[in-house]
């Protein structure tokens, strides 16, 4: 080896270990930078996140999802479901408006202070999540999902989260009963004025074809709530229409008469639909409400009349 090949490799080795050097400054001020920064930041860095923060993101997004199976149900269990194809196609939101936070658009305030509690209907003690259930079994016509399922958890936790069980306009709006019975006929052109031109003439609704959601839902025929469902009691549909039908009517500025909204329940609810019995529903038949069409009754008006009523009779006169 001659001396000039021996400079260069010292300095070689100089350079190496003065770039090793830079590298570890480099390194160091790195980590401190690091530090400095997520202790600023909102969301701090990996690594320093802490449960906290973990555990709040978790519900969050647990609350979103469950917000969006509410609004889009059909995505997730429609005919062409991701998560399983066992529903007639609507969204929970078709009836409960704005993903039930809408004054008496049935919405969902009160659900998480009163649930669980025991129903006339089951005669059992139920939970959100069985409540739940029957919506899918009845207003959706279609099967149960499993109590301890992500997207049961996640409904559940987005319907707690709207509970506002203060606020006046919780739930359905009761509209005042005729003196008369609700007659169909007379609904039948109410129908035509209002409800037609979104629900259509054979009451089918509306489908971009391709999509997988509603723009109108259906009211009655084979993709509409069965015969066990809320909506088949003509309290129930007349009071939700009077607050929310046409589309746009509020608590505060109703469009229908109560008459109008009375016969034109009666004119809905005697179209064909789905017909589903739950034999064990009302096991003490003292709790059936009034309205409920299917007998046997603890009185002893007809059926045709707990359909259709006069009702005030029946409140009157219950131990008859
Ligand atoms: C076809 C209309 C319709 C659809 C679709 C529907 N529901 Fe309902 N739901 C009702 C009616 C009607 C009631 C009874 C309200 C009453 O009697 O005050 C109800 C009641 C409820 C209640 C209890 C409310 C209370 O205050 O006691 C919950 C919870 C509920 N539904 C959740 C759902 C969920 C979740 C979905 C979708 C998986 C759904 N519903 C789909 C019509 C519907
Ligand atoms: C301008 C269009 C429009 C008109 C007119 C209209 N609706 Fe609706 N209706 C809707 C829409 C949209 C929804 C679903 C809302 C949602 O998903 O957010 C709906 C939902 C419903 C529902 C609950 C879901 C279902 O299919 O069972 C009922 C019941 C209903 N309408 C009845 C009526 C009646 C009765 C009338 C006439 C008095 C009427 N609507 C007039 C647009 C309309």
């Known amino acids: 080896m001659d001396n000039n090949f021996q400079d260069r490799f010292v300095k070689l080795v100089q350079t190496i270990q003065k770039m090793v ?22 969301h701090p860095l990996p690594g320093t996140l802490n449960n906290e923060t973990v555990v709040m993101d978790m519900e969050e997004n ?6 969006d199976l509410i609004a889009h149900t059909a995505k997730y269990f429609g005919p062409d479901g991701t998560v399983r194809q066992n529903s ?24 998480a202070t009163e649930y669980p509690r025991v129903r006339g209907r089951s005669g059992k003690m139920e939970s ?17 999902i499993a109590l301890e399922s992500r997207e049961m958890k996640a409904m559940v936790a987005y319907i707690t989260s709207v509970a506002s069980p203060e606020e006046t306009g919780a739930g359905i709006f009761s509209v005042a009963m005729l003196d008369r019975p609700a007659n169909p006929a007379t609904g039948k052109i109410g129908y035509e004025k209002h409800c ?12 971009i074809k391709g999509a997988n959601e509603y723009v109108y839902p259906p009211l009655w025929g084979s993709h509409s709530y069965n015969t066990a469902a809320g909506l ?20 505060e500025n109703p469009i229908l008469s109560n008459e109008e909204a009375w016969d034109i329940a009666a ?12 034999k064990e529903d009302w096991p003490d038949i003292s709790k059936k409400p009034i309205d409920h069409p299917f007998g046997p009754f603890a009185d002893n008006y007809s059926e045709l009349q707990h359909k259709f009523g006069p009702f ?3 409140l009157t006169n219950e131990s008859n």
Not at 28 to 35: C, D, E, F
Not at 128 to 144: A, P, Y
């Open 128 to 144: 959100v999540e069985m409540r739940i259930n029957d919506c899918f079994r009845r207003s959706l016509n279609g099967d149960t």
């Open 312 to 314: 005030k009779p029946m």
């Open 232 to 251: 088949y009691r003509l309290s129930r549909f007349a009071g939700y229409i009077k607050t929310n039908m046409p589309f746009g009517a509020t608590a």
């Open 21 to 42: 050097l830079l590298v570890i400054m480099l390194l160091v001020l790195g980590i401190a930078g690091l530090y400095f920064i997520s202790d600023t930041l909102d």
């Open 267 to 278: 004119y809905v609810n005697s179209q064909e639909r789905p017909i589903k019995i739950f």
């Open 88 to 111: 007639n196609g609507m969204n929970c939101q078709n009836c409960h408006l704005d993903a039930g936070t809408k004054k008496f658009g049935n919405n969902y305030w009160k659900v």
């Open 196 to 207: 037609v031109v979104c629900h259509g003439a054979q009451g089918e609704g509306m489908r």
């Open 62 to 67: 647990q609350m979103q999802y469950g917000e």
